[in-house]
């Protein structure tokens, strides 16, 4: 059988014929997940603006004069094909003519040849630096990269300015800002509820005072890349308790409380944070994760080049 004539969920082994994009995968198979259908949600948003999530995931996309321009390409070969399709049924004369990378991370952008295998890419150059390098398995290059702080595009009457505030979250993690529509979208950074697990792949010591930047522009509503929509007083919300983990990190870590002993970390998290973080979506199944993580920072110094960025805080 050739690869081309495979078609999505059939079973045959990857050294006869890869059906699926297998990412970063090196074991031969058939990866049930990769090509598994997820049914997507498409909602409007704000003036030619749409955003679209399986439940946890979330991007948007928007209809330009002849086509359209798709951020992301969601979380596996399956899902990037529903997410096609959910834009195809919305605008069925429109095809994804060009998509943007917010980050590396194959969990958001490694699957362009599975949704629009044609389409102009725009990715921050620090980003498809690293796309180019992992020569992940569904994963396509940038076509055009950029390096600025704060880019405007218009691509076929679609305005939006991509903005690389510094290090966050992933590499050359971009927000989207749309001026008109007052409308800020940015991926992996501010997400509903407490942090997602062990932060991976945060540049904690820069994030805050980084993301704390976008705040200079004029925008009321907030996408995030999971979850649910919010708004400025959201993101700022969010942002104090990475704020207040950080101190706190640093007293469990004076108050003897040993990182590496998870069942200690979740005593401690649930004697101490609870009554100020307990309703915050997420408490129970990660914020003694968050808190591992943020000792762990102060204790080996923070990871790599963009852990220990000194963060320009300058007004954007
Ligand atoms: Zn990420």
């Keep these: 059988m050739m690869a081309d004539e495979c078609q999505p969920g059939d079973s045959v082994l990857k050294e006869d014929a890869p059906c699926e994009h297998c990412g970063i995968f090196t074991l031969g198979g058939n990866i049930p997940i990769q090509g598994a259908w997820r049914d997507i949600a498409y909602t409007p948003v704000?003036?030619?603006i749409?955003?679209?999530?399986?439940?946890i995931y979330r991007s948007i996309f928007l209809k330009?004069?002849?086509?359209?321009?798709?951020?992301?390409?969601?979380?596996?070969?399956?899902?990037?094909?529903?997410?096609?399709?959910?834009?195809?049924?919305?605008?069925?004369?429109?095809?994804?003519?060009?998509?943007?990378?917010?980050?590396?991370?194959?969990?958001?952008?490694?699957?362009?040849?599975?949704?629009?295998?044609?389409?102009?890419?725009?990715?921050?150059?620090?980003?498809?630096?690293?796309?180019?390098?992992?020569?992940?398995?569904?994963?396509?290059?940038?076509?055009?990269?950029?390096?600025?702080?704060?880019?405007a595009f218009n691509i076929d009457g679609v305005d939006f300015e991509l903005i690389y505030p510094g290090?966050?979250?992933?590499?050359?993690?971009?927000?989207?800002?749309?001026?008109?529509?007052?409308l800020l979208f940015m991926v992996d950074t501010v997400i509903p509820g407490v942090g997602y697990t062990f932060f991976p792949d945060w540049h904690l010591a820069p994030y805050v005072p980084v993301m704390k930047?976008?705040?200079?522009?004029?925008?009321?509503?907030?996408?995030?890349?999971?979850?649910w929509i919010t708004?400025?007083?959201?993101?700022?919300?969010?942002?104090?308790?990475?704020?207040?983990m950080a101190d706190i990190a640093q007293q469990a870590i004076f108050d003897d409380l040993d990182p590496n002993n998870f069942a200690e970390v979740q005593k401690y998290t649930e004697m101490n944070l609870r009554s100020e973080f307990g309703e915050l979506f997420r408490f129970?199944?990660?914020?003694?994760?968050?808190?591992?993580?943020?000792?762990?920072?102060?204790?080996?110094?923070g990871w790599g080049i963009e852990g220990n960025w000194q963060p320009d805080t300058t007004p954007l």
């Design 46 to 48: 704000r003036d030619n």
């Design 284 to 301: 129970q199944e990660y914020c003694a994760m968050n808190l591992s993580r943020y000792m762990q920072h102060y204790l080996t110094g």
């Design 64 to 151: 330009g004069r002849k086509g359209v321009v798709a951020f992301d390409t969601l979380t596996t070969p399956g899902t990037a094909r529903a997410y096609a399709a959910s834009v195809g049924r919305v605008f069925p004369r429109n095809p994804i003519h060009t998509i943007v990378y917010s980050h590396d991370h194959l969990d958001h952008t490694g699957y362009a040849e599975d949704m629009a295998p044609e389409a102009h890419i725009i990715a921050h150059e620090l980003c498809d630096k690293v796309v180019r390098r992992r020569q992940s398995d569904g994963q396509l290059a940038a076509t055009e990269t950029f390096v600025d702080e704060r880019k």
């Design 50 to 55: 749409w955003s679209v999530s399986e439940g």
């Design 167 to 182: 290090p966050t979250h992933g590499d050359g993690n971009i927000a989207a800002y749309f001026p008109q529509s007052k």
């Design 231 to 244: 708004d400025r007083q959201g993101f700022i919300d969010n942002l104090a308790y990475y704020d207040r």
């Design 213 to 227: 930047r976008l705040l200079s522009l004029d925008w009321d509503l907030f996408v995030p890349g999971h979850f």
